[in-house]
């Protein structure tokens, strides 16, 4: 079965900063990848998903987020952070192709400091 | 885009009773729709399958009689948590699929059992 681990349970950045949320899976093939954020008391928004092609993948409000196969990673970077962007953030991982019902991260909790 | 409407937001009720939530699809149909439970500070749980015109699909560990899921249409998923008991109070969160742009996440309910 697929799984995914979000080594980080809090990131803190400033407002401005980089932004770098990491992402490992375990899958046999090329599994397919997803982002999502969740706002305190809210359900998830998809924020950029990986199914083919281009491994660096380009999302909403300005996430990107980039495939390595040999490091069986995703992860998440956003150039310059916004007060906004403070939030949970959910990597997914589901089995490619058939209905791929993703199996989420633990997640990760952005702060963003002023 | 594909909305998922989820009812009611935040639900209170009292220890015994039984509380219904209902997933809709408002903009497209969905054959199949998701249930999730999120407890605090931790990832989504899968818990069943919504299958329309058929019985849902329940993942290991989850009781059938006490989370009774009910999909009568294409645009609605209906579940019911029975004889709630305070250790049931969670966040419940729908999905469903629209075809090939992935999963659309409801807003979730809080539910809080006295």
């Known amino acids: 079965a697929q799984s995914v681990t979000q080594p980080d349970i809090h990131i803190t950045v400033s407002e401005g900063a980089s932004l770098e949320l990491r992402c490992n899976y375990s899958?046999?093939?090329?599994?397919?990848l997803f982002w999502y954020v969740q706002s305190p008391g809210q359900g998830l928004q998809l924020l950029l998903k990986?199914?083919?092609?281009?491994?660096l993948v380009q999302g909403i409000k300005g996430f990107e987020a980039e495939f390595k196969r040999s490091q069986s990673s995703f992860n998440l970077r956003k150039p310059s952070v916004h007060w906004s962007d403070a939030a949970e953030y959910f990597c997914?991982?589901?089995?490619?192709?058939?209905?791929?019902?993703?199996?989420f991260g633990r997640g990760t909790s952005l702060i963003v400091h002023p | 885009g594909a909305v998922v409407s989820q009812h009611p937001s935040r639900v209170i009720c009292k220890s015994g009773t039984s509380v219904k939530i209902e997933c809709r699809s408002l903009?497209?149909?969905?054959?199949?729709m998701f249930w999730y439970r999120q407890f605090p500070k931790q990832s989504l749980m899968l818990m069943a399958t919504?299958?329309?015109?058929?019985?849902?699909?329940?993942e290991q560990g989850v009781e059938k009689d006490k989370f009774l899921i009910n999909h009568a249409s294409l645009t609605l998923s209906t579940l019911t948590v029975t004889s709630a008991h305070p250790e049931d109070s969670s966040f419940y969160i729908c999905?469903?699929?629209?075809?090939?742009?992935?999963?659309?996440f409801g807003s979730g309910t809080r539910l809080t059992v006295v």
């Open positions: 999905s469903a699929r629209q075809g090939a742009d992935g999963y659309t």
């Open positions: 899958y046999g093939a090329t599994p397919y």
């Open positions: 990986y199914f083919s092609g281009d491994t």
């Open positions: 997914a991982v589901a089995k490619s192709g058939g209905s791929y019902i993703p199996t």
């Open positions: 903009d497209f149909q969905a054959t199949t």
């Open positions: 919504s299958n329309e015109g058929s019985k849902a699909t329940y």
